[in-house]
């Protein structure tokens, strides 16, 4: 196996986004910052009472992080929900004065179609982000954010992001300004990190080859980070066994496992609040065997403590790339029943 041609050639697939993030991210900045923000001002005008942010998957990691910050910064009430539970939960406060975000890479999930049209027929006004407006439910929705790039987690997070900082600027948050102009500053540090985080990348697929389970777990700010890479990609593009843990949780009795088992176990620390737990979690863990990867922002010297999803996927790509490779997935966007009409309905592609 020659392992650097099948590095050089899953630069170029969809999963691994990190070699785009730097220009892909400037890009949209540039193209829809502007545009984001003032959408955050017109609704603050019309009076809105509540903000939801629905996706599916991977898709959903990101609008986790939107609601997480509206409800952090902002007193406008926020909700993150997956796309069916929209429709099956119905939510009583949902309704014409509310703001519906919908995430969807293809533009076509079934799930989030339907979630579109249970926005649409309460009167909602609802905002698509997809990779291409030239799809189901970006024709649909009221505004589309079309962010054309593979990039289905950092693009989506930008514009949320972007939504809720305004939000908290125009209610006073003083320091929402210096984060909204620490996200335009991103884009060099996204450059760098994916050129400095190879390395440890491959050090760590290679420490961990033999594991057929890993748990991730983390805190605060990062937690939409870590169910993304449990659920939608250790899974998905490792054919493991996974599962994300709030390392704030882990003590209310997962912590009970280590006295059988000496789990694989990635833990991402921020800056933030929740560090202070997430190193206990992973103190307790090591102590009584537990298999650990620590993923830390204090490697990133200078980046802002909210922006720690963008810059710490990227070591996490890097480890999956050579994960996948040396088990033997050398095709990184080939899947076996997502995208084959095995999990959906209704004509839906995609689950």
């Not at 339907?114 to 291409?132: G, H, M, P």
């Not at 514009?159 to 300004?177: F, I, K, P, R, T």
């Not at 209310?252 to 000496?262: N, S, T, W, Y």
């Not at 980046?303 to 996927?313: E, M, N």
């Amino acid at each position: 196996m020659d392992l650097r041609a099948l590095v050089a050639q899953a630069k170029t697939s969809q999963l691994f986004t990190a070699p785009i993030l730097e220009e892909d991210t400037a890009r949209f900045l540039g193209q829809y910052g502007a545009q984001v923000r003032d959408l955050a001002r017109r609704d603050r005008a019309a009076g809105i009472r509540n903000v939801y942010f629905v996706g599916s998957g991977g898709s959903f990691a990101s609008m986790w992080s939107g609601a997480y910050l509206m409800r952090r910064y902002s007193a406008i009430p926020a909700h993150a929900m997956l796309s069916y539970d929209v429709v099956w939960e119905e939510p009583k406060a949902l309704g014409e004065d509310s703001v519906v975000f919908l995430a969807s890479y293809s533009g076509g999930t079934e799930d989030t179609l339907a979630a579109l049209q249970f926005a649409k027929n309460r009167r909602a006004r609802t905002v698509a982000l997809v990779r291409s407006p030239d799809t189901a439910i970006g024709r649909d929705a009221d505004v589309t954010v079309s962010y054309g790039s593979t990039d289905l987690y950092g693009l989506p997070l930008a514009a949320v992001y972007l939504y809720a900082l305004e939000h908290a600027h125009q209610e006073g948050w003083a320091a929402a300004g210096s984060v909204i102009d620490a996200l335009y500053g991103l884009p060099p540090i996204l450059g760098e990190a994916y050129r400095q985080t190879e390395g440890q990348g491959e050090e760590l697929a290679r420490e961990f080859l033999s594991s057929q389970m890993l748990y991730c777990l983390a805190g605060g700010v990062l937690s939409g980070l870590a169910y993304k890479m449990a659920v939608t990609v250790f899974m998905e593009n490792l054919r493991v066994h996974a599962a994300f843990c709030d390392a704030s949780e882990f003590r209310h009795g997962p912590a009970e496992m280590l006295e059988r088992q000496k789990p694989d176990m990635f833990f991402l620390l921020g800056d933030d609040e929740a560090r202070p737990m997430v190193e206990r979690s992973l103190e307790v863990a090591q102590a009584n065997g537990g298999h650990i990867a620590r993923i830390d922002l204090q490697s990133f010297p200078g980046v802002h403590p909210l922006l720690a999803p963008f810059v710490l996927l990227i070591p996490l790509q890097w480890f999956v790339v050579y994960s996948a490779l040396l088990r033997g997935i050398t095709d990184l966007d080939e899947r076996v029943f997502m995208g084959r009409r095995v999990l959906s309905t209704g004509g839906a592609m995609w689950p």
